[in-house]
């Protein structure tokens, strides 16, 4: 699941599916916990997929993924904050002096900004297990270098909430946007200059443990995790895909369905998989959260369902709309905030 290394756009937002790599400990679909002590994570020694030990002695032991886990919740809050640095950029110019973009109006900032409460829990949490095992030389050297610069940026944006929550600007004739902007640009350039690089260690670890853990859920018979993963895998590629597509044009572009095609043919045998194992008990007795859980069951499963519903009504729209020529562009839209909301709930419900 590779991320771009994107300009400051939409399609960087996408990224946050980077979540789907969270892994669940070896021989169930439940997680481990994410704020588990360093006592546990050394009990449980923290390995990759793709460096556990082959003998049966050694496959019998736990497998940790807390360290894992933690620099991929980081990821995902990262494109949760590029998703605001977008919006905030499309109405204030990038550039070191403050001024609006053409067209623009600095209320328009209200809606996402207002209220807005962000926290650097994800980075804590990351740092606490960076010097555990295992490590992970270039990511953790990054991490190190990318902490201050994040915890920077935040606090520079929850200042611009704090200032549109109750209208300051409107009372101060925008005063203090010049300042808080300078604070914003500062932040950013700070944090521009790690976070990719950061990024792209991610995803290196990435590739080396997302297969592993696909060949696991198979030979152990997850078919709901299995499945699940299989489908968000060839949803993002459909994603990656179009974005190909569209990042060069000026103008919304006749989409070349080659590939689309073959994707999508790969996705409905992965769907229909997964479709029929969520109507087995067997295979939903397998997910530890529900089996363990009715009450949890009764609430998630359900919600669940519907995430993997809405993929696929979306997706089948986006393909008519793009197979007919038609203006595609609430059906990907739709499509992709429908992932991004199956991803959300798999971790939340298969993974823990």
Same mark, same amino acid.
């Given at each position: 699941?590779?991320?771009?290394?994107?300009?400051?756009?939409?399609?960087?937002?996408?990224?946050?599916?980077?979540?789907?790599?969270?892994?669940?400990?070896?021989?169930?679909?439940?997680?481990?916990?994410?704020?588990?002590?360093?006592?546990?994570?050394?009990?449980?020694?923290?390995?990759?997929?793709?460096?556990?030990?082959?003998?049966?002695?050694?496959?019998?032991?736990?497998?940790?993924?807390?360290?894992?886990?933690?620099?991929?919740?980081?990821?995902?809050?990262?494109?949760?904050?590029?998703?605001?640095?977008?919006?905030?950029?499309?109405?204030?110019?990038?550039?070191?002096?403050?001024?609006?973009?053409?067209?623009?109006?600095?209320?328009?900032?209200?809606?996402?900004?207002?209220?807005?409460?962000?926290?650097?829990?994800?980075?804590?949490?990351?740092?606490?297990?960076?010097?555990?095992?295992?490590?992970?030389?270039?990511?953790?050297?990054?991490?190190?270098?990318?902490?201050?610069?994040?915890?920077?940026?935040?606090?520079?944006?929850?200042?611009?909430?704090?200032?549109?929550?109750?209208?300051?600007?409107?009372?101060?004739?925008?005063?203090?946007?010049?300042?808080?902007?300078?604070?914003?640009?500062?932040?950013?350039?700070?944090?521009?200059?790690?976070?990719?690089?950061?990024?792209?260690?991610?995803?290196?670890?990435?590739? %080396?443990?997302?297969?592993?853990? !696909?060949?696991? $859920?198979? &030979?152990?018979?997850? =078919?709901? @995790?299995? /499945?699940?993963?299989?489908?968000?895998?060839?949803?993002?590629?459909?994603?990656?895909?179009?974005?190909?597509?569209?990042?060069?044009?000026?103008?919304?572009?006749?989409?070349?369905?080659?590939?689309?095609?073959?994707?999508?043919?790969?996705?409905?045998?992965?769907?229909?998989?997964?479709?029929?194992?969520?109507?087995?008990?067997?295979?939903?007795?397998?997910?530890?959260?529900?089996?363990?859980?009715?009450?949890?069951?009764?609430?998630?499963?359900?919600?669940?369902?519907?995430?993997? %519903?809405?993929?696929?009504?979306? !997706?089948?729209? $986006?393909? &008519?709309?793009?197979? =007919?020529? @038609?203006? /595609?562009?609430?059906?990907?839209?739709?499509?992709?905030?429908?992932?991004?909301?199956?991803?959300?709930?798999?971790?939340?419900?298969?993974?823990?």
């Amino acid at each position: 699941m590779k991320v771009k290394k994107s300009p400051r756009w939409k399609a960087a937002a996408l990224a946050v599916v980077l979540c789907l790599s969270l892994l669940v400990t070896a021989g169930c679909s439940g997680g481990t916990d994410a704020k588990s002590t360093a006592a546990d994570s050394t009990a449980a020694e923290s390995t990759p997929a793709s460096s556990a030990a082959s003998t049966p002695e050694a496959a019998a032991q736990t497998v940790d993924y807390t360290k894992y886990n933690s620099y991929i919740d980081l990821v995902s809050d990262i494109y949760d904050t590029e998703d605001l640095l977008y919006v905030y950029f499309a109405v204030v110019a990038n550039q070191p002096e403050f001024a609006l973009n053409e067209g623009m109006d600095y209320s328009m900032l209200e809606d996402t900004f207002a209220y807005l409460s962000l926290s650097t829990t994800s980075m804590s949490d990351a740092v606490y297990y960076m010097d555990s095992e295992p490590a992970y030389p270039e990511a953790d050297a990054l991490l190190a270098k990318l902490e201050e610069p994040y915890k920077n940026l935040v606090d520079a944006l929850n200042e611009l909430s704090d200032y549109m929550s109750f209208v300051q600007y409107q009372d101060d004739n925008m005063a203090q946007a010049p300042q808080i902007h300078e604070q914003i640009y500062s932040a950013v350039a700070e944090y521009d200059l790690y976070v990719w690089d950061f990024i792209e260690q991610i995803n290196i670890l990435d590739e %080396s443990t997302e297969q592993d853990e !696909l060949n696991r $859920l198979k &030979e152990e018979g997850h =078919n709901i @995790a299995y /499945y699940s993963r299989m489908i968000a895998n060839t949803s993002l590629e459909i994603q990656d895909e179009i974005w190909s597509q569209l990042e060069l044009a000026e103008t919304l572009p006749v989409l070349d369905m080659t590939n689309l095609n073959t994707l999508y043919t790969q996705y409905k045998e992965n769907y229909e998989a997964l479709v029929a194992a969520m109507d087995d008990p067997e295979q939903r007795e397998k997910v530890s959260s529900w089996a363990d859980d009715a009450g949890f069951a009764e609430i998630t499963l359900p919600r669940y369902q519907n995430a993997i %519903s809405d993929v696929d009504s979306w !997706l089948t729209k $986006l393909m &008519e709309d793009a197979a =007919n020529q @038609a203006d /595609y562009t609430n059906s990907f839209n739709g499509f992709s905030n429908a992932v991004s909301d199956f991803i959300d709930e798999y971790n939340n419900t298969i993974v823990g």
